[in-house]
C-alpha cells in the first residue's frame, strides 16, 4: 500500500472515531438536558430506640444525572420528636448529599452523608439550657419511581436507614439513641 492510500485510511479513521465521538456527545447532551429533577416530599419516621411513635416529616430535594446510571442528591428537611415523655423535643434539619445507583430504570439504590443541625428543646419546668449541636450522619437506602407523566413528573416512593451517633442527655444517663428509619412519599419534577 502506498503512503497516499494509508494517510487517506487515517484520515477516514480519524473522521469516523470524531463523528462517533460526536454523535455520543449529543446523546448524552439530549439525556442531560432533562436530568435534573425537584423532588417535595413527605414522610414518616421513627427512631431505634424510644417509645416507638412514628413522627411526619417534609424535605425537598434536588437530584441530577452524572453518569447514565448514577444520580446525585442534595436535600433538606425537617423533622421534630419528643422523648422522655415530652420533657426533651428534638428538632432536626438534615442536610444531605446522597448518591443513587439507577441501573433498574424503577429503582434505585445508595447512600449518602449529612449534617444534621439538632435543637434538644427541654421543657422550661425542668430549667435546662436548651442547646443545638451539628451532627454528621450517615444513610443508605433506595426507593421507586413510578411515572405519572413520562419525562415530567414521578411518583417517588423511598426509604432510608439514618445513622447518628448516640446522644448524652441530663435527663438519662444512658443517654438516648438518635438513629432512625424514615420512608418517604414524593413527586421527582424534570427541569
Known sequence: MDTANRKT???????????FLLLALMLIGIGAARAAEIVPSV?????????GSVKAFGGVA????????????LGVAYRSEPYFNGDLNVKMVPVTASAWFTGLPMFYVGGGVGIYRTTYDYKASLGLQDQTSHEFGTHVGGGLGFPLVPGIAS???NARYVHLRDQGSPLDPNGFTQSFVSTALGVAIKF
Not at 43 to 51: E, I, M, N, V
Not at 62 to 73: D, G
Open 9 to 19: 485510511l487515517r484520515l477516514t479513521d480519524r473522521i469516523l472515531i470524531g463523528a
Open 43 to 51: 414522610g414518616l419516621a421513627r427512631t431505634t430506640s424510644g417509645d
Open 62 to 73: 434536588l437530584r441530577a444525572s452524572v453518569l447514565p446510571m448514577i444520580k446525585t442528591e
Open 155 to 157: 411518583l417517588d416512593l
